[in-house]
Every structure is written in C-alpha cells, then in structure tokens.
C-alpha cells in the first residue's frame, strides 16, 4: 500500500503552530532585509562611537621658546576646526618624548628634535614629518677670544635644562670632543633664562639649540655684546651624526648695514618632526598636517619657501595618513566637509563597498531563488500526482481497489487549497488544481470501468 504523504507545513498551520522552520522558509525575504539593516545599523553605531574626539594634548617646550610659540599656532589653527589642542609646557624634546610614551599623560603630539628617539622604544610613536630646522646657537660674550673648544675651556657654561634637546645633544658632542670637565661651571638653564643670564654677565657662554624665529635668539644676535660662533668641524660632526645638518648663517644675515655677523657662520641643525601617538585618530593626524603645511611652508633663513613640511623620517617611522598626505595631499573630502564628516563619510565608503559587493550578487541572485521556492512547492505536488496517476494506469484492469488512491488525491487537492502563494504564482496554483480534478476524472472513469 502506498502510504499517504503528510504535509507536516500544513498541519501544523492548520493548528496554529509555527516551527522555525517554517517561518523561515515562508518569510526569508523579510529576514534578510532585517538582519541586513540591523548588521549596517550595528556597524554605523561603532563608527560613531570612534568618531574623531574633539581634544589633544600637545607637549611642546619651556614657555616662550620656539616650541610652545608653534604650539600656540597649531592651537589656533585646530580651534577653527572646533578641536581644542592644549598646550603642555616641558623642558624639551627629550620630555616631550617621555609624554609621548607615557599612554597615562594624555599627551597624544609633540615636537621632537631629531636624534633624540634614536635609542628610545618608539614603536607606539609616528612622524607626520619634519616641520623646521633647529640650530645648535653658540652665543658668548664678546671679549671672548679663541675658536672652536679651545674658546670653550674654563668658562662658565649653560647647557640646556634636564629633559631637553639641547643638553642631551651637547652632553653627546662633548664626550666626542673630550671637553667633559674642561668647563668652570656647567648650568642647567632653560634658554630664556640662559638668555637673561648672559646678557647680565653672570655666565659665558649659552647654548641654546631652537628656531632663528625664536624671540630668545633675536635678542641674542641683536645684543652687540654678544657675540654668535660656529662649529669649525661641523662637516665632521655631520658625518658622525647622521640626523645633524649643516646650515649657514650668511654675513649681514642679522644687520647688513653693520655687517653683522661679519662673516658667515656655520651652524649644526637638527630637523624637529611632529610626532604622534599611534593610536590618534585618523582625522586629527590630517588636521595636524593640514595645520603644520600652513605653518610650516613659509621661507626661513636656511630654507626655501614649501620645504617644510616634508615627508622624512629621522628617527621614527612615518605613519599611513603622513606618506598618503605627502603623496597625494588631503583626502577630497576634506576639501567640501568639515573633519568629523569627512572621517564619517569615508569610514561608511568602506563600509558600503564590501556591503555593495556582497548585495548586488545577492539582489540578482534572491529572485531566482525565490522563484524556485515558490515553484518547488507546486512542482512537489505534481510529484505526488503524477506518483497517483502511474499507480491508477498500472491499476486498470487489475481490479485494484480505487478508493486508497482517491484519497490520496482529495489530501492533495486538500494540501493545494491550503498552499499560500502570492498573486504572481496564482496561474501555477490553478493550472496545479485543474490537473488534480483531470487525474480524478480519470480515475473515475477506472472505478466506472471496474464496476462494470
């Protein structure tokens, strides 16, 4: 005998129970576009919770030197972007590093001499570039005879306080020199005080490594008192020390008409970099750099107009957003919305190309398979009705009891009324009806036959 197929689907429809199952397969496409809406939903509320924040901390040098009057140019120009940049006054380079380092400072840029990070653990640290050049200035008092070293011994020297550049440099350049122990007194002044303590006589000589910007050394090579020297073998030093350059303050440079200096004098140079922390977002390393190209580009005495900012690393590596700056500038949206939309709008272009890339298979592919359902479902039936009419031609003749099979065939019309297709699939549904009654018809002319 062969056995009645049950419909679980429609028996459990009949009794008001729904598997998951069934739901599933009856409401797919609902499905899809819900958890599709909610994963983009998901992914837009993380990107908002990374947006940009509204505030830095910039570690920047002693209070009137060169570093901290940058410092307030960078906090202007952030301003106009609604970033609030808080200046963090510091010895110098070598604490800026420290800040930078430290993740529980909050310090997220400084400014950095080069050569300073050469031996420190920077891998949590990015360059945004090189942005100025900082002379190692070499001032004394005029009556001061003698050059080079030699003019250097038993004099009472300022090297720069603990933490900056200044002093780490000249504590390197006096050990390669063999004047350690050579001075009267070695002071630890910041180089405002340096300054004030030169001019009153109360020391000999001031080394201060900084800008020809810096208020400091405009006072310094204004003072006719005092007197600037150079570095007789700084072509030396240069080849020793790879992150030192050497630069030329020109005869006259300072005042033409007294011909100071009277001849020209040659300097060593660090190049400072904008350092970041590696974690600082994305955005405010563009704002920083847009900022640091408006500051930096201007002629100097010993640089062209555009030289700075420039995409070198001295001791750290630069970061992604730094070498796609140097290369190709601001991204384009930065050029028509403000930071936080631009770094929104970009972070959703990411996310829709992937998400586009995953839809539009799927956008052609769904129809078709949801045509397929809906046409399985009747094409099962046909199945089980055309299973009836082979049995009903295999039948005739054999005097076979009909009345198994004609109730066989009212559960599949039955199954038929209780299918849910939609309007589109109506004609399949009827034309599926129509079949039925031909097989009844038929198998009622076979009953007819065998009663006879």
């Known amino acids: 005998m062969f056995p009645l197929p049950l419909d679980k689907s429609w028996e459990n429809e009949k009794k008001g129970c729904t598997p998951l199952r069934y739901f599933l397969q009856h409401n797919w496409p609902a499905i899809t576009i819900i958890v599709t809406a909610a994963a983009i939903a998901g992914v837009a509320i993380t990107m908002l919770r990374n947006m940009p924040p509204h505030r830095m901390i910039m570690a920047t040098g002693p209070e009137g030197d060169a570093y901290h009057e940058i410092g307030e140019r960078y906090r202007a120009a952030l301003a106009r972007e609604n970033v609030e940049l808080q200046l963090l006054p510091t010895a110098g380079s070598v604490e800026n590093l420290a ?21 420190g653990n920077s891998s949590e640290l990015e360059s945004l570039g090189t942005v100025l050049y900082e002379p190692l200035w070499w001032f004394h008092k005029r009556e001061i005879t003698g050059e080079g070293v030699d003019a250097l011994r038993g004099q009472k020297v300022s090297i720069g306080p603990e933490g ?30 340096a300054a004030e303590n030169l001019t009153a006589g109360e020391i000999d000589v001031a ?22 020297s150079g570095f007789p073998h700084a072509d030396a030093l240069v080849a020793h020390y790879p992150f030192l350059n050497r630069v030329v303050v020109p005869r006259g440079a300072v005042d033409i008409a007294k011909d100071e200096p009277p001849s020209d004098v040659v300097l060593i140079a660090t190049k400072a970099s904008l350092v970041v922390r590696r974690d600082l977002h994305p955005a405010l390393q563009y704002l920083l750099l847009n900022a640091a190209a408006k500051i930096h580009s201007g002629p100097s005495i010993f640089n062209r107009p555009n030289a700075f900012p420039a995409g070198e690393a001295t001791d750290i590596p630069l970061s992604d957003e730094a070498l796609r700056y140097y290369k190709s500038g601001l991204p384009f949206l930065h050029d028509y919305f403000p930071f936080w939309m631009a770094a929104l709008i970009g ?10 890339g995953v839809l539009y298979p799927m956008i052609r592919f769904l129809p078709r398979l949801y045509d397929w359902v809906m046409r ?25 009891d009909t009345r198994e099979m004609s109730l066989r065939l009212d559960h599949l019309e039955q199954q038929a009324n209780h299918l849910r297709m939609p309007v589109a699939y109506a004609s399949t549904l009827y034309m599926l009806r129509n079949h039925i009654d031909l097989v009844r018809e038929g198998l009622k002319k076979h009953a007819d036959k065998v009663a006879e």
């Open 207 to 228: 080394f201060i490594m900084t800008a020809w910007e810096s208020p400091v050394v405009q006072q310094l090579l204004a003072d006719e008192r005092m007197a600037l």
């Open 347 to 356: 972070k959703l272009i990411l996310l829709l190309i992937p998400i586009a």
């Open 376 to 400: 399985s479902k009747v094409l099962r039936m046909y199945g089980e009705l055309r299973l009836l009419e082979d049995e009903m031609l295999n039948a005739r003749g054999s005097g076979h």
């Open 99 to 119: 800040k930078l380092l430290d993740r529980h400072s909050g310090v997220s840029v400084g400014l950095i001499e080069g050569g300073i990070a050469r031996s």
């Open 164 to 193: 900056s550049g200044t002093r780490a440099l000249l504590l390197e350049l006096l050990k390669r020199t063999r004047m350690e122990g050579q001075f009267s007194e070695v002071l630890a002044l910041a180089p405002r005080a």
